[in-house]
């Protein structure tokens, strides 16, 4: 096996140029679960680990341009309070030693339905940002899951990094699993609020073949909440918003759970989230 560790951008494109089969590694948390189980066997492993222009953040206005290889632990430390959506997500990832080595590159490498950064990036309407030799391109986090463990990205390209609306208004993650750390979803949610734009941004974890958005859940609750006086939502909102996330999901029974029983939660857990969500939206406003 070959195996190559670029320091700068430019190289590690190149090396994807020369190699478009070469597999990259980063914190190499779902990629050496592959190769230790055999499913598979790279001739060449392309390590990004060391790339400097992947390891580090930046703000661009109003955003975050988020380094593909920037571990969950960075995220939850230094960027809870432009983008608490994902640093809630951040949390729920595997165990601390995972949390060290994992990013948002790696769980949008992988494209699993269940990956945890998924829903926060689709709540957030965020942008994926890759390059290859010949070119950059930006790809609408809407468009980037398009199957099962399938994203839009060509051999050819590397994930960059990913541009994050930082919050304008209450964000949560909601994680259902059988117990509070090192387990992948049965199901998740989450749900951004943009109090200047007047918009509720969903992401479904679990729950189909790819991350999904939940668009007349996002509709009905961007009508019905009270934007003027910010007064909390009625019981009877928060279950039709429930209703209308669970109606988005395409969830099949397997071993995590029943479809059945997706659906069932899925109602709960975005009521919920509307609920502290809308709370700290205000709580925003105030400041
Ligand atoms: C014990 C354990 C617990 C876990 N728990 C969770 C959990 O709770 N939630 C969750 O979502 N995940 C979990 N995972 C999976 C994994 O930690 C995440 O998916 C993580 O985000 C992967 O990041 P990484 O940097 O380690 O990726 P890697 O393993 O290095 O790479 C993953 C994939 O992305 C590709 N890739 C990496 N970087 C790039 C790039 N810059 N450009 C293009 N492709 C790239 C790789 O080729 C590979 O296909 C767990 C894994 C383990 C082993």
Not at 72 to 93: C, D, H, K, N, W
Not at 112 to 123: I, M, Q, R, V
Request: charged share 20%; hydrophobic share 40%.
């Amino acid at each position: 096996m070959d195996f190559f560790r670029p320091t700068s951008l430019i190289d590690a494109l190149k090396l994807k140029s020369a190699h478009p089969l070469a597999l990259c590694i980063n914190g190499g948390t779902d990629v050496m679960v592959e190769l230790n189980f055999d499913r598979k066997r790279p001739e060449t492993l392309l390590d990004l680990s060391a790339v400097t222009e992947l390891n580090q953040w930046s703000q661009a206005g109003e955003s975050i341009v988020l380094g593909a290889g920037v571990s969950y632990s960075r995220i939850q430390a230094e960027l809870a309070t432009e983008l608490p959506g994902l640093a809630m997500a951040s949390r729920t990832v595997g165990s601390l030693q995972i949390r060290n080595r994992g990013g948002v590159g790696g769980n949008l490498g992988s494209a699993s339905p269940a990956g945890d950064a998924h829903p926060a990036l689709l709540a957030t309407g965020a942008t994926v940002n890759v390059s290859s030799i010949g070119g950059n391109r930006s790809i609408d986090i809407h468009d980037f899951f398009i199957g099962p463990k399938k994203s839009a990205l060509a051999p050819d390209e590397l994930i960059t990094s990913i541009t994050i609306p930082k919050a304008r208004g209450g964000q949560q993650y909601s994680k259902i699993g059988t117990r509070n750390a090192m387990v992948i979803a049965v199901c998740s949610f989450g749900l951004a609020i943009d109090a200047t734009a007047r918009t509720v941004g969903t992401g479904i974890g679990s729950a189909g073949p790819t991350p999904l958005r939940a668009a007349d859940a996002e509709a009905f609750a961007a009508s019905h909440l009270d934007w003027e006086t910010g007064t909390a939502p009625s019981v009877e909102l928060l279950k039709e918003f429930g209703a209308l996330v669970s109606a988005a999901s395409r969830p099949i029974d397997d071993i995590r759970g029943t479809a059945a029983y997706r659906r069932h939660t899925l109602a709960i857990i975005s009521a919920r989230s509307l609920k502290w969500a809308w709370k700290s939206t205000n709580e925003f406003r105030s400041m």
